[in-house]
């Protein structure tokens, strides 16, 4: 039976177009299409025709004009059917191991035919064989693997042509071409068309890397990974990469190419940047316009390079704007407050243009000029904090010279000064960049040059004196200080009295006829303090009777008298008689301090027991505390009155202290108390940072009480042997002018401490030194260092001054000495001076001009002071103020320590050389240890099995620091010790200069 038997074929044409149009829109690769060929197939047929048994059959058809061909069968009333159609050989590309097999088909309704519906099949089978050659005509069944048994969705019946397509995967193709059959088995099918295909993912560009096409994969390999390369001006850290799906579609970019610096991406490809843009790095960002104050480049720009005056700084990006060097600092001004101290503050309002940045600091250069000739300043002045890279709009500069122009040139900087003044010469820089000058003319506060006597009568004497600099230069009227006393020293009594006047003229009166009287005069800056130095005359009354030499200088008199203040009363200082026995802390007849210093009565020291009650004079100085204020906690030491204790005070409005109460113990005497209470009216007469603060005092309960700041390490001398050798020598002549200090501070109150010693310092946390143990009688009483002498009282023979011990001339010269003695106990961690010397042995050797060696690790320039202390003439000695400007320059230059004063370790730490106190050699390491003061250890070298003097001489420094010796100074005491034992030849000798 002929397939088309009854169907109508106009439908059919229209079918087979529309199958056509379809194929063309996919993105297939196409190895076979049975429609396309358009002509003789060539496909066998199997069996071979059999006259009208003929299996699949060939019908040529002409559509439109075209030919198309197709096969049917349709041997639907016959039984055992088994016709088989065979493809030509179909080569496969290298890649496609899956096939896809579309098939357009119609298969007839078995229903459609009359009486043959018992053997009719609505079904017929897909074959493929595989092969590396054509195999021409020759056929086997048996080669075919089945593939799909094929059945129409929709079957056609008489009326209606129903076209099926279907399409089957043919998998794991490997050889090198396939053969496809179909197998009809007694349906009546027409096979219409037969396209056989693979997929492919096309050649494409993605994410800047373009993929080659590629052969979709099949089951076995679902993903296809690809590598690409990216695109041209495009850069990549790691091979591009993408995924091609078995249905041809890319998938999974991975490696990023992006545009080359000067590109940017447009359309899959990487395009130069625009004129006027740029772009710095590889990166997927679009080009950028210029920043400001740089150029616009051609196309393809990297950077845009600054324009003409303005910078980048190397820390800025390359691809910021770039910015002008500031302009100038504005408003400088200089200010001062401290004439006499040679400082000024200068200040300035920031640059009007910051040429765009954040990052401004300042530098100040400083010259000196005299006449026309200038020079740099130097490292003469000092900068507070710095004289360059100052962030704040200000600065303090000291140690300048009075009378001298100093000019200050304040100049900007910012991030981009540094990189421009390599860049571009200064000469080539816009003036806006330059720095500001200023002038200061800093003037010396006034100085009194000549003092003289203008008149004189038996009763007063006017006088007159010069300042220098010329009043009219003192931007505010000056006043002096004129002090004055009778000559005569003889009495028991000196009275001071002081002036504070506003004109450069004086008259005094009420003076004692034909009378010798020093005067003593001194300018005050306009901020009130001490000018230059101050300029003393003797003037004498004429004797009584004769007439005033000048009636009119009486004019002056009047007139300044009265505008004058009378500031400072007398002051009354006892000076006992070397004869009598007296405790008096006073010496100001004392030809020590002839020069200005003693003149300062404007705040001296007011001896309590001038009060005729004691105890109005610890009020006047004193404040009085409740005792409910005060909270005791510890017993810390004590002292000859009672216990001293820790404790808090806390005041009413005030923040909670730690304080140091002294008490008095019960069954007290009044005398008892007012001596133990005579300390808190001296000390409540000062306030220095290095003299102990007296918080208050409890006098109006039973139980007297003296409360004074805490200091947390207690006394300097137990405080230095707990920490022998822990400090560097800068930090103890740190606390060495921290004491001098104080000591200045007690001596410019004429006061005279008698008794200084390590002991009577206290150092609180910071390591601050403060002076204490103040008081009268009963301060030497209590020092367990006094010791009676033959001239009466109680003295510290290792502490004092050989005057103050012969005749009792105590004065601040005599706490220089004393003051010496500190600086060596201090730089010898807390030994005690002349060790186990007798005082009379000690008073010995200072009259035979011996003095303390160096201690040791002592900078020379330390021990060259203490030598100066100990000057036999005390009016050779340095003063306090002296003492303190040299320390302060030793720590101001810390290589003036660097050089160490000789020493002998048998001298200045008394180390024994080879043997025990008898001369022979040590019988062991405990008689040893004692000798040289460190039996503390015995118990050490014990444990470490060191128990013979042979085994402490094999020891290294390593072993003494091992068996537990941790302090710095004790090691070097023993080690020092050792290399004496080994060095037999050496003999103590006598220590002298
Ligand atoms: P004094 O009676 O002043 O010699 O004091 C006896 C001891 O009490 C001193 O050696 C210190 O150990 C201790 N001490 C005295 N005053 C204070 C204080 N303000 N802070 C700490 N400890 C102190």
């Given at each position: 039976?002929?397939?088309?038997t009854?169907?109508?074929?106009?439908?059919?044409?229209?079918?087979l177009?529309?199958?056509?149009?379809?194929?063309?829109?996919t993105?297939?690769?196409?190895?076979?299409?049975?429609?396309?060929t358009?002509?003789?197939?060539?496909?066998?047929t199997?069996?071979?025709d059999?006259?009208?048994?003929?299996?699949w059959?060939v019908?040529?058809r002409?559509?439109?004009?075209?030919?198309f061909?197709?096969?049917?069968?349709c041997n639907?009333?016959e039984?055992?059917?088994?016709?088989?159609?065979?493809?030509?050989?179909?080569q496969?590309?290298?890649?496609?191991?899956?096939?896809?097999?579309?098939?357009?088909?119609?298969?007839?309704d078995?229903?459609s035919f009359?009486?043959?519906?018992l053997?009719?099949?609505?079904t017929f089978?897909?074959?493929?064989?595989?092969?590396?050659?054509?195999v021409?005509?020759?056929?086997?069944?048996?080669?075919?693997k089945?593939?799909?048994?094929i059945a129409?969705d929709?079957?056609?019946?008489?009326?209606?042509?129903?076209?099926?397509?279907?399409?089957?995967?043919v998998?794991?193709?490997?050889r090198k071409?396939?053969?496809?059959?179909?197998?009809d088995i007694?349906?009546?099918?027409a096979?219409?068309?037969?396209?056989?295909?693979?997929?492919?993912?096309?050649?494409?560009?993605?994410?800047?890397?373009?993929?080659p096409?590629?052969?979709?994969?099949?089951?076995?390999?679902?993903l296809?990974?690809v590598s690409?390369?990216?695109?041209?001006?495009?850069?990549?850290?790691?091979?591009?990469?993408?995924?091609c799906?078995?249905?041809?579609?890319?998938?999974?970019p991975v490696?990023?190419?992006?545009?080359?610096?000067?590109?940017?991406e447009?359309?899959d490809?990487?395009?130069?940047?625009q004129?006027g843009?740029?772009?710095a790095?590889?990166?997927?960002?679009?080009?950028?316009?210029c920043?400001?104050?740089?150029?616009?480049?051609?196309?393809g720009?990297?950077?845009?390079p600054?324009?003409?005056?303005?910078?980048?700084?190397?820390t800025?990006?390359?691809s910021g704007?770039c910015?002008?060097?500031?302009?100038a600092?504005r408003?400088?001004?200089?200010?001062?407050?401290?004439l006499?101290?040679?400082?000024?503050?200068?200040?300035?309002?920031p640059?009007e243009?910051t040429?765009?940045?954040?990052?401004?600091?300042?530098s100040?250069?400083?010259?000196?000029?005299?006449?026309?000739?200038?020079?740099?300043?130097?490292?003469?002045?000092?900068?507070?904090p710095?004289?360059t890279?100052?962030?704040?709009n200000?600065?303090?500069?000291?140690?300048?010279?009075?009378?001298?122009?100093?000019t200050?040139?304040?100049e900007?900087?910012?991030?981009?000064?540094?990189?421009?003044?390599?860049a571009?010469?200064?000469?080539?820089r816009?003036?806006?960049?330059?720095?500001?000058?200023?002038?200061?003319?800093?003037?010396?506060?006034?100085?009194?040059?000549t003092?003289?006597?203008?008149?004189?009568?038996?009763?007063?004497?006017?006088?007159s004196?010069?300042v220098?600099?010329r009043?009219?230069?003192q931007?505010?009227p000056i006043r002096?200080?004129?002090?004055?006393?009778?000559?005569?020293?003889?009495?028991?009594?000196?009275?001071?009295?002081?002036?504070?006047?506003?004109?450069?003229?004086?008259?005094i009166?009420d003076?004692?006829?034909g009378?010798?009287?020093?005067?003593?005069?001194?300018?005050?800056?306009?901020d009130?303090?001490?000018?230059?130095?101050?300029?003393?005359?003797?003037f004498?009354?004429?004797?009584?009777?004769?007439?005033?030499?000048?009636?009119t200088?009486?004019i002056?008199?009047?007139?300044v008298?009265?505008a004058?203040?009378?500031?400072?009363v007398?002051?009354?200082?006892?000076l006992?008689?070397?004869?009598?026995?007296?405790?008096s802390?006073?010496?100001?007849?004392?030809?020590?301090?002839s020069?200005?210093?003693?003149?300062?009565?404007?705040?001296?020291?007011?001896?309590p027991?001038?009060?005729?009650d004691?105890?109005?004079?610890?009020l006047?100085f004193?404040t009085?505390?409740?005792?409910s204020?005060?909270?005791?906690?510890?017993?810390?030491g004590a002292?000859?009155f009672?216990?001293?204790?820790?404790?808090?005070?806390?005041m009413?409005g005030?923040?909670?202290?730690?304080v140091?109460?002294?008490?008095?113990?019960?069954?007290?005497?009044?005398k008892?108390?007012?001596d133990?209470?005579?300390?808190?009216?001296?000390m409540?007469?000062?306030?220095?940072?290095?003299?102990?603060?007296?918080?208050?005092?409890?006098?109006?309960?039973?139980?007297?009480?003296?409360v004074?700041?805490?200091?947390e390490?207690?006394?300097?001398?137990?405080?230095?042997?707990?920490?022998?050798?822990?400090?560097?020598?800068?930090?103890?002549?740190?606390?060495?002018?921290?004491i001098?200090?104080?000591?200045?501070y007690?001596s410019?109150?004429?006061y005279?401490?008698?008794?200084?010693a390590a002991?009577?310092?206290?150092?609180?946390?910071?390591?601050?030194?403060?002076?204490?143990?103040?008081?009268?009688?009963?301060?030497?009483?209590?020092?367990p260092e006094?010791?009676?002498?033959?001239?009466?009282?109680?003295i510290?023979?290792?502490?004092?001054?050989p005057?103050?011990?012969?005749?009792r001339?105590?004065?601040s010269?005599s706490?220089?000495?004393?003051?010496?003695i500190?600086?060596?106990e201090?730089m010898a961690?807390?030994?005690?001076?002349?060790?186990?010397?007798?005082?009379?042995?000690v008073?010995?050797?200072?009259?035979?001009?011996?003095?303390?060696?160096?201690?040791m690790?002592?900078?020379?320039?330390?021990?060259q002071?203490?030598?100066?202390?100990w000057?036999?003439d005390?009016s050779?000695?340095?003063?306090?103020?002296d003492?303190v400007?040299l320390?302060?320059?030793?720590?101001?230059?810390?290589?003036?320590?660097?050089?160490?004063?000789?020493?002998?370790?048998?001298?200045?730490?008394?180390?024994p050389?080879?043997?025990?106190?008898?001369?022979?050699?040590?019988?062991?390491?405990?008689?040893?240890?004692?000798s040289?003061?460190?039996?503390?250890?015995?118990?050490?070298?014990?444990c470490?099995?060191v128990?013979?003097?042979?085994?402490?001489?094999?020891?290294?420094?390593?072993?003494?620091?091992?068996?537990?010796?941790?302090?710095?100074g004790?090691?070097?005491?023993?080690?020092?010790?050792?290399?004496?034992?080994k060095?037999?030849?050496s003999?103590?000798?006598?220590?002298?200069?």
């Open positions: 039976m002929d397939f088309f009854g169907v109508r074929p106009l439908l059919f044409s229209y079918v177009i529309n199958g056509i149009l379809i194929t063309l829109q993105k297939e690769e196409v190895l076979l299409d049975m429609k396309a358009g002509g003789e197939l060539g496909w066998l199997w069996p071979l059999q006259g009208d048994k003929s299996g059959e019908t040529q002409t559509l439109n004009g075209s030919q061909y197709t096969y049917s069968v639907v009333g039984r055992e059917q088994d016709n088989w159609l065979r493809t030509t050989f179909i496969r590309r290298p890649s496609a191991s899956r096939v896809f097999v579309e098939l357009q088909f119609i298969v007839r078995c229903n009359d009486g043959t519906s053997t009719c099949k609505e089978n897909l074959f493929t064989s595989e092969s590396d050659a054509d021409g005509t020759t056929f086997r069944k048996g080669q075919f089945k593939v799909a048994t129409p929709e079957i056609t019946s008489k009326n209606e042509l129903r076209i099926n397509t279907e399409t089957r995967v998998e794991n193709l490997s071409g396939f053969y496809l059959a179909f197998q007694g349906a009546c099918v096979l219409l068309s037969t396209r056989v295909y693979y997929k492919t993912c096309l050649a494409t560009v993605k994410s800047l890397a373009s993929f096409e590629t052969v979709a994969g099949g089951e076995n390999q679902a296809r990974e690409g390369a990216c695109v041209v001006n495009a850069v990549s850290e790691e091979l591009p990469r993408i995924y799906t078995v249905d041809g579609e890319w998938v999974v490696g990023q190419c992006q545009c080359n610096l000067g590109y940017e447009v359309k490809a990487c395009q130069e940047c004129p843009f740029f772009k790095a590889a990166s997927g960002d679009k080009c950028e316009l920043p400001a104050n740089t150029q616009r480049l051609d196309s720009a990297l950077f845009c600054c324009l003409d005056g303005f910078y980048r700084a190397p800025d990006p390359p704007p910015s002008g060097l500031p302009s600092p408003d400088l001004v200089a200010t001062t407050t401290q006499s101290t040679g400082k000024l503050h200068l200040s300035w309002s640059p243009d040429g765009g940045r954040t990052d401004i600091t300042y100040v250069e400083c010259q000196r000029c005299e006449g026309n000739v200038c020079q740099l300043c130097g490292e003469k002045v000092r900068y507070e710095a004289s890279g100052l962030t704040d200000k600065v303090s500069v000291s140690e300048l010279d009075a009378h001298l122009n100093y200050f040139t304040v900007a900087h910012s991030g981009v000064s540094l990189f421009a003044s390599q571009t010469p200064r000469s080539n816009p003036p806006s960049t330059s720095a500001l000058t200023t002038s200061l003319h800093y003037t010396e506060p006034p100085r009194i040059t003092m003289r006597l203008v008149e004189r009568t038996s009763t007063s004497l006017s006088l004196w010069d220098s600099p009043i009219r230069l931007p505010r002096y200080e004129l002090t004055y006393r009778k000559k005569d020293d003889n009495l028991d009594v000196t009275t001071y009295i002081v002036l504070l006047l506003e004109k450069n003229v004086v008259q009166s003076l004692a006829p009378t010798a009287y020093l005067f003593r005069v001194q300018a005050l800056g306009s009130g303090s001490p000018g230059g130095s101050s300029i003393e005359e003797q004498e009354t004429s004797p009584e009777g004769r007439l005033t030499q000048n009636n200088a009486v002056f008199g009047a007139a008298v009265g004058a203040m009378l500031f400072v007398i002051l009354v200082l006892f006992r008689r070397r004869k009598r026995n007296s405790h802390r006073q010496g100001p007849e004392d030809t020590y301090f020069s200005s210093e003693q003149l300062k009565p404007l705040k001296t020291y007011v001896d027991h001038t009060y005729e004691p105890n109005i004079a610890v006047k004193a009085e505390i409740h005792p204020h005060i909270t005791k906690q510890k017993v810390i002292g000859e009672g216990e001293v204790y820790r404790g808090n005070l806390k009413p005030r923040k909670e202290v730690a140091a109460i002294k008490t008095l113990k019960p069954g007290y005497t009044e008892q108390r007012q133990f209470l005579s300390e808190a009216s001296i409540g007469q000062f306030s220095h940072q290095n003299i102990i603060r007296l918080e208050g005092v409890v006098t109006k309960f039973k139980h007297a009480m003296i004074t700041e805490y200091m390490n207690g006394a300097l001398d137990r405080y230095l042997k707990d920490h022998d050798g822990e400090f560097p020598s800068f930090q103890l002549v740190g606390m060495m002018h921290g001098a200090a104080g000591m200045k007690l410019d109150m004429s005279v401490h008698r008794d200084l002991r009577n310092i206290l150092v609180n946390n910071n390591l601050e030194c403060k002076v204490s143990d103040f008081g009268l009688s009963r301060v030497l009483e209590d020092d006094g010791t009676y002498t033959t001239s009466g009282g109680k510290p023979i290792r502490w004092t001054a005057e103050a011990i012969a005749y001339k105590f004065t010269a706490d220089v000495w004393s003051f010496g500190v600086m060596w201090v961690f807390g030994e005690r001076p002349y060790w186990d010397m007798s005082n009379h042995e008073m010995k050797a200072i009259n035979e001009a011996f003095r303390l060696p160096a201690p690790d002592c900078p020379s320039t330390v021990y002071l203490m030598l100066q202390c000057l036999q005390r050779k000695r340095p003063r306090f103020g003492i400007n320390l302060d320059k030793l720590l101001r230059s810390p290589d003036s320590l660097k050089i160490i004063a000789d020493f002998d370790p048998r001298v200045s730490i008394r180390l050389s080879t043997s025990g106190s008898d001369g022979s050699p040590f019988r062991s390491v405990s008689e040893w240890l004692e040289i003061k460190m039996s503390q250890y015995s118990e050490n070298f014990t470490a099995g128990v013979t003097m042979d085994h402490v001489l094999q020891m290294k420094n390593e072993d003494i620091k091992n068996i537990g010796v941790r302090l710095p004790h090691l070097k005491r023993i080690a020092y010790s050792i290399l004496g034992l060095d037999q030849t003999t103590l000798s006598v220590f002298a200069v």
